[in-house]
């Protein structure tokens, strides 16, 4: 990296979606996600710690300490990297941002599998898909001493980084059209909390192929399918266990940005949500009936319009003036109410789909599989994060509960529709799904 460069990223302002995270993280709860690969071989410490140092300097943005300014927060730029760690059994557990030496990325391996851990203020799914492709490549380069080929997302990592790999896309599209936030609470799914280091993983191994018929029968996407499974699965659950009174029942399904903007590569936060379900109070939905509507809620405002107003929404806060010179104290203040107000309360779970990542052959020969886990979050219990690598499609469900009901009603329907399920849990006390 150059020394200009350098010295540009001596501090980083927090980009617009990453701005809520530091304010609102609790002492048992910081946002979290997780992506991992699974090479066919035992990863080997020192080239991976090869391989992490070259990575960083690609990646400068993830090299950064969290501090607090008078008004803001802001990132400060690190010239280290984050040490080694042994993988755990617990992913995603709580990030102590005084531990770490500072840094609030983790990288693990174990056995066979290299992980990346982040605090979503670095970045979001796609940004942390590219680092760790980045980082297996540069593995495996090492290695084995393959000739990856290099692209917007498996980065070249004797270049410089690019202006528009480090830029908060937010602010850069935003423009003056918002929406009201005002939407009605999701039904949450209840169970025995467990303590904060203690995190049940499930993962559902499928066919995709058998997963996007279902799909295709419905006239849906993939993603419509498995949100409308997740909607049908979560509905089934309150009718069980509610009193007779029927709340919404809604998923937030996340949306990249970037394929709307491609002027911008940012590896930092740039996407949105659209919170899709159904209202259980006007009778029995089928799965083929909630694809539709899932399909027709994504379509009305999955757009660049709708997108563009949504985080504007944001951007607009940001940029008031008498809301910039208000410090930060009081900004944590209100944006913790903001949070409590909002934050994961209007949806029962997430489902975030990563799709299928374009990995070259040079790479490939040398991977097993991929995973995506999405962290605890505030109020859902349970979520969900799924990836496609090869011929098999990974769903894994992240769940801070004992009951492992979420879990085992998404996959009995999945089955139910034809679609084979292979199970794998991090809790050899996991009960049969």
């Not at 917007?152 to 602010?171: H, K, P």
């Not at 058998?210 to 996407?221: D, M």
């Not at 259980?280 to 399909?295: F, K, M, Q, S």
């Amino acid at each position: 990296m150059s020394s200009t460069k350098t010295k540009n990223l001596d501090w980083i302002k927090v980009d617009n979606a990453g701005k809520i995270y530091p304010a609102s993280r609790r002492s048992n709860w910081t946002a979290m996600f997780r992506v991992s690969v699974t090479l066919k071989d035992e990863i080997d410490a020192t080239v991976l710690e090869k391989a992490k140092e070259i990575t960083f300097r690609r990646f400068p943005t993830m090299a950064v300490r969290l501090k607090a300014g008078l008004f803001w927060y802001y990132l400060q730029h690190m010239d280290s990297t984050p040490a080694l760690q042994q993988d755990v059994q617990n992913p995603c557990v709580r990030m102590n941002l005084k531990e770490n030496d500072g840094f609030m990325i983790r990288i693990r391996y174990f056995h066979k599998t290299i992980a990346a851990e982040f605090f979503h203020i670095l970045t979001d799914g796609t940004g942390g898909m590219s680092f760790l492709l980045t980082l297996a490549a540069e593995y495996i380069r090492i290695k084995y001493g393959e000739k990856i080929p290099r692209d917007g997302t498996i980065l070249d990592c004797t270049r410089d980084f690019e202006e528009n790999e480090i830029e908060d896309a937010f602010l850069k599209y935003a423009r003056y059209e918002y929406l009201s936030r005002k939407e009605p609470d999701s039904f949450h799914i209840k169970g025995t909390q467990e303590s904060p280091e203690n995190i049940h993983t499930v993962t559902g191994i499928l066919n995709v192929s058998q997963a996007l018929a279902k799909a295709k029968e419905c006239g849906v996407s993939l993603t419509e399918y498995l949100a409308a499974v997740t909607v049908k699965a979560i509905s089934n659950i309150q009718e069980r266990e509610s009193c007779g009174k029927l709340r919404p029942v809604k998923v937030g399904v996340p949306v990249s940005l970037r394929r709307f903007y491609p002027d911008t590569n940012t590896k930092r936060n740039f996407a949105s949500y659209v919170n899709v379900g159904i209202e259980p109070r006007l009778g029995n939905y089928e799965i083929a009936e909630i694809a539709e509507i899932v399909h027709c809620q994504m379509q009305l405002e999955n757009t660049e319009k709708m997108m563009n107003a949504k985080f504007s929404t944001n951007v607009r806060s940001e940029r008031n003036m008498l809301l910039r010179i208000v410090p930060l104290f009081i900004k944590n203040i209100a944006m913790k109410a903001v949070f409590e107000s909002v934050g994961d309360r209007k949806t029962a779970t997430t489902f975030s789909n990563l799709g299928r990542p374009n990995i070259p052959m040079e790479m490939a020969r040398h991977i097993d599989r991929l995973d995506f886990l999405v962290g605890p979050l505030s109020k859902n219990k349970v979520v969900i994060g799924t990836v496609t690598y090869g011929e098999k499609l990974y769903i894994n469900f992240v769940r801070t509960i004992r009951e492992s009901k979420l879990e085992k009603e998404f996959f009995t329907l999945l089955v139910k529709e034809g679609v084979h399920v292979l199970i794998d849990s991090n809790n050899i006390y996991e009960e049969e799904i």
